[in-house]
């Protein structure tokens, strides 16, 4: 078994691996880079393998860093199976449609300000690129082994990070693979912990918070109620820009807990991402997923999902309205790093208000709007136009779908004889640290992955 590592090796997003066993290739995961408008540019390049050779893809969950590439490797000539938990395969439906609207539709921006002469911008693929990407994928359960190839078995089990999110274990050549995909931490609402992992040859694990450690999330929780009564008594708008998988469902989820205890009721509540309404509708799909504490949210308290003060904008217009409103909306919006989508039109016209607060619950790539401003930043550029920065910002570190350093080690300590561990999906500050404190205290190989490192099992 030969392991090659293409992506999310030196940086969280772009998740890329080739394994090579049993006479195949196959690749885990094929993820979108994002960030920087530079770094999105490298989504353009080309594989450092031929498309066309690879025998099978599994994919490890449905965030667009780990999926956002699969219509590109379909349109460059892969044309086998692509194996995902049932679940993540509902939302690569919606995830990848999304991503191909917007590839066209800045394509078509593009191309109505080039100038005479400069060549057409092409999107990085189509919808028609995703229906035919999907006619490939073949849905499996959770904790059943499957041959996927001769001489080649994966196993899906549950990584607790967002629906359908699964650790990847593979069989082949006597040799058992494991890659963490993302890992949730314990107590993760709505879902089941990440399933411990009995042992391993090889292990492929994430490090997205490898060197910090998390809020208390019973501490996270009264902190977002806090941030609540402010933003009510300033008299002010709540901006949360959140992912359209996991982050957002969980946010409606505490806001259903905590019902009574934040008089959520006086608010006006808006999932303004139609993307993220679809999948609130896969999450309806398969509560056989979910776990006890919300199997008892669901039959006690308002229905997470339903409301009595929650509309799901799916128009433009509808969105647009949204910014009419002067104080007591919640707006939660994509995109989850503020680099797109219609959380940015939301900060057009409540940025520059003191009394607004912006709430961020998840990972802020480096170079996004999102970074920026958690950094403090007094200006950010948006559609091509600065804008001044004079809202409060809260970052809620206990609510992310990541564990932290202590869940990343406790996971991995599990494994029977502590075996060679290769980090990925981190920043190399965070897999730096993570790889120093395994290494003390297992006494494990610990390598940290780069872009065309080779590894022999």
């Given at each position: 078994m030969r392991v090659h590592f293409h992506g999310a090796a030196g940086e969280v997003t772009g998740?890329?691996?080739?394994?090579?066993?049993?006479?195949?290739?196959?690749?885990?995961?094929?993820g979108m880079i994002q960030g920087s408008p530079e770094a999105e540019l490298r989504n353009l390049d080309a594989f450092a393998f031929d498309a066309a050779t690879l025998d099978a893809l599994v994919i490890s969950h449905a965030h667009i860093d780990h999926i956002g590439r699969v219509p590109l490797l379909v349109k460059r000539g892969f044309r086998g199976p692509i194996f995902a938990q049932a679940a993540t395969a509902d939302l690569m439906r919606i995830m990848l449609l999304d991503s191909a609207s917007i590839a066209e539709s800045e394509a078509e921006r593009g191309n109505r300000r080039r100038a005479h002469g400069e060549p057409e911008l092409l999107p990085l693929y189509t919808r028609e690129d995703v229906?035919?990407?999907?006619?490939?994928?073949?849905?499996?359960?959770?904790?059943?082994?499957?041959?996927?190839?001769?001489?080649?078995?994966?196993?899906?089990?549950?990584?607790?990070?967002i629906l359908g999110s699964?650790?990847?274990e593979l069989f082949a050549d006597g040799r058992k693979l494991v890659f963490s995909g993302d890992l949730g931490p314990k107590g993760t609402p709505i879902l089941r912990d990440p399933a411990p992992i009995d042992s391993a040859d090889l292990v492929l694990m994430e490090s997205t918070y490898g060197d910090r450690l998390h809020k208390d999330r019973a501490e996270t929780i009264l902190e977002l109620g806090r941030i609540l009564d402010a933003a009510w008594n300033?008299?002010?708008?709540?901006?949360?820009?959140?992912?359209?998988?996991?982050?957002?469902?969980?946010?409606?989820?505490?806001?259903?807990?905590?019902?009574?205890?934040?008089?959520?009721?006086?608010f006006k509540i808006f999932l303004d991402s139609p993307m993220a309404s679809k999948v609130v509708g896969v999450y309806d799909r398969h509560v056989e997923l979910f776990d006890e504490d919300a199997l008892r949210v669901w039959k006690h308290k308002p229905d997470p999902f339903h409301l009595p003060n929650l509309q799901l904008t799916?128009?433009?217009?509808?969105?647009?309205?949204?910014?009419q409103i002067e104080r007591g909306a919640i707006v939660i919006a994509g995109s989850g790093m503020a680099n797109?989508?219609?959380?940015?039109?939301?900060?057009?016209?409540?940025?520059?208000?003191?009394?607004?607060?912006?709430?961020?619950?998840?990972?802020?790539?480096?170079?996004?709007?999102?970074?920026?401003?958690?950094?403090?930043?007094?200006?950010?550029r948006i559609h091509g136009r600065d804008t001044r920065a004079e809202a409060q910002r809260h970052t809620i570190g206990g609510l992310s779908a990541h564990t932290d350093q202590n869940g990343l080690i406790e996971w991995y300590g599990r494994i029977?004889?502590?075996?060679?561990?290769?980090?990925?999906?981190?920043?190399?500050?965070?897999?730096?640290?993570?790889?120093?404190?395994?290494g003390e205290r297992f006494g494990t190989k610990v390598a940290l992955a780069r872009p065309g490192m080779m590894l022999d099992l």
């Amino acid at each position: 078994m030969r392991v090659h590592f293409h992506g999310a090796a030196g940086e969280v997003t772009g998740s890329l691996h080739e394994v090579e066993a049993a006479g195949h290739r196959i690749l885990l995961d094929c993820g979108m880079i994002q960030g920087s408008p530079e770094a999105e540019l490298r989504n353009l390049d080309a594989f450092a393998f031929d498309a066309a050779t690879l025998d099978a893809l599994v994919i490890s969950h449905a965030h667009i860093d780990h999926i956002g590439r699969v219509p590109l490797l379909v349109k460059r000539g892969f044309r086998g199976p692509i194996f995902a938990q049932a679940a993540t395969a509902d939302l690569m439906r919606i995830m990848l449609l999304d991503s191909a609207s917007i590839a066209e539709s800045e394509a078509e921006r593009g191309n109505r300000r080039r100038a005479h002469g400069e060549p057409e911008l092409l999107p990085l693929y189509t919808r028609e690129d995703v229906e035919a990407t999907m006619q490939r994928v073949q849905p499996l359960p959770y904790d059943t082994r499957r041959e996927i190839l001769s001489g080649v078995t994966v196993q899906f089990r549950e990584a607790g990070h967002i629906l359908g999110s699964s650790v990847v274990e593979l069989f082949a050549d006597g040799r058992k693979l494991v890659f963490s995909g993302d890992l949730g931490p314990k107590g993760t609402p709505i879902l089941r912990d990440p399933a411990p992992i009995d042992s391993a040859d090889l292990v492929l694990m994430e490090s997205t918070y490898g060197d910090r450690l998390h809020k208390d999330r019973a501490e996270t929780i009264l902190e977002l109620g806090r941030i609540l009564d402010a933003a009510w008594n300033d008299g002010g708008n709540v901006l949360i820009p959140a992912f359209a998988v996991g982050r957002s469902q969980e946010l409606l989820y505490w806001f259903a807990k905590y019902w009574d205890e934040w008089n959520v009721g006086r608010f006006k509540i808006f999932l303004d991402s139609p993307m993220a309404s679809k999948v609130v509708g896969v999450y309806d799909r398969h509560v056989e997923l979910f776990d006890e504490d919300a199997l008892r949210v669901w039959k006690h308290k308002p229905d997470p999902f339903h409301l009595p003060n929650l509309q799901l904008t799916e128009s433009a217009q509808d969105s647009m309205a949204i910014n009419q409103i002067e104080r007591g909306a919640i707006v939660i919006a994509g995109s989850g790093m503020a680099n797109a989508g219609r959380i940015l039109h939301h900060f057009k016209h409540n940025l520059g208000k003191p009394q607004t607060h912006v709430v961020f619950v998840g990972y802020q790539a480096e170079g996004t709007i999102g970074r920026r401003l958690v950094e403090g930043a007094k200006w950010v550029r948006i559609h091509g136009r600065d804008t001044r920065a004079e809202a409060q910002r809260h970052t809620i570190g206990g609510l992310s779908a990541h564990t932290d350093q202590n869940g990343l080690i406790e996971w991995y300590g599990r494994i029977e004889g502590h075996p060679p561990l290769v980090l990925v999906h981190g920043e190399d500050k965070a897999r730096e640290a993570l790889a120093g404190e395994i290494g003390e205290r297992f006494g494990t190989k610990v390598a940290l992955a780069r872009p065309g490192m080779m590894l022999d099992l």
